[in-house]
């Protein structure tokens, strides 16, 4: 006997028959059962790629990047690696856009899975666009794809090792990063232009405010049956980390990995080997969580060769 989907696939062509089937209503069910999951990603960079590639099999995936050509890109590689990606345009920075991502994705079933692998760096864009599409941006597809997740859906947002370099802030400003409403972040005391000394300062505080929203967020996930982590990587080799190679604090960071226990930079594919395990369900009891990815670097920072001259 024929396996039930290609049965299905033969009775749609008209080019075969439904032998034990009984009425189209039972075959709209067994469709339903053969749908495939859906999964939104943000950003069409080198770590959403390696991620959607490790997890995304079998998945429908829209993939939303502000330059589309790069969503465009992805999605022919992956496409002609056996993926099934749509390509949108849309702006971490703008809940609408942010809404129309979603809404799209919709079309096509419930989110299962979210990876928001967009992002700018410190050499990349001023104070306010950092804030604006790390800090604002995240927090925001945060809330809602937490708003419509599937239950046992699973999300991952990309934070960095730079936010874990910021010395300690009060429980007080942990506590409004963490829950303040979305649309307040941008006006919290900590985050207004006389208190942020450099782009690199805004990045690090958009990076702690992406761990701190997970932690609050995963709690409203939760309550959906959905869980939501976070990767703090180290340097990673992306067209974003050569950017930083190139610009002003080149020579920090090659220091930096030079001098960190691995003695190199990372790998977006590293990135995925995390993520993969996050968004099993091997990882069930994880959720709020932030995974430190940095070959050490932040270990020696603190305690080895990389510490800062007192
Ligand atoms: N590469 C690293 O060393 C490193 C280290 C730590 C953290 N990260 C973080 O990882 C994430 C992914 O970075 P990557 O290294 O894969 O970079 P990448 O440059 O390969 O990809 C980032 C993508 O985000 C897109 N993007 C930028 N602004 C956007 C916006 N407003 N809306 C939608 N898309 C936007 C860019 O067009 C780009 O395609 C970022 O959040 C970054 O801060 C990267």
Redesign the pocket.
Known sequence: MKPFCEAILMHEKGTGTIGQIDGEKLIGKEKDKMSKDVMIV???????MAIARRVGAGKKIVM????LE??KAIAETMNNAGFDVEPVG????SRE?ILGLIAKAQEYGEIKMMV??????PSQ?PIEAIL???LY?TAVLLEEVGKVIAEGGAGIT?????GWRMPQLTPEEDRALATAPTEELLGLELLQPENIRDTLHA?QLA?RCNEKRVMAQSVEWGKRGARLNDI??????????V??FNGPRGDFYKNMFAKCPAGR??T?DEVADVAEYLMSDRAAFMTGSTILLDGGATASYYYGPLQPEK
Do not use: F, H, R
């Not at 849309?90 to 920075?93: A, G, H, P, T």
């Open positions: 943000t950003g069409a960079g080198q770590i959403s939303g990047d502000k330059n790069n969503a849309m702006d971490l920075s856009s928001n692998g967009a992002g700018v760096s864009a604006k599409v790390d941006g990309i934070s960095s090792q730079s990045y990076k703090a990587p180290g340097i990673i080799v992306t067209p974003l980390a950017d930083e930079p990372g977006a």
